[in-house]
């Protein structure tokens, strides 16, 4: 899930400061789940999903879209 979050916010050209801003997030919160240190939490995984525009399924299952396996 990690690399998965950090691909999407790549793929959307955000950074992880701009992410948190858009997520209403901190950007620690972005950087200990990029580095695998924390998990998401359900609020968290929502209001990021929300700001990169996807669903939180895709960055469970790796930015595969709804239905699509990797």
């Known amino acids: 899930m990690e690399n998965t979050l950090r691909k999407l ?3 959307n050209g ?6 948190a801003e858009k997520a209403h997030v901190s950007r620690s ?3 200990r ?3 695998g240190r924390t998990d ?3 609020k968290n995984l929502t209001k990021i999903a ?3 525009d996807c669903s939180m399924e ?3 299952k790796g930015g595969q879209p709804d239905g699509e396996t990797a």
Do not use: M, Y
């Open 9 to 11: 916010r790549k793929i």
């Open 14 to 19: 955000l950074t992880q400061v701009r992410l």
């Open 29 to 31: 919160v972005i950087a």
């Open 33 to 35: 789940f990029e580095t």
């Open 40 to 42: 998401l939490s359900t």
């Open 50 to 52: 929300d700001a990169l």
């Open 58 to 60: 895709e960055i469970l």
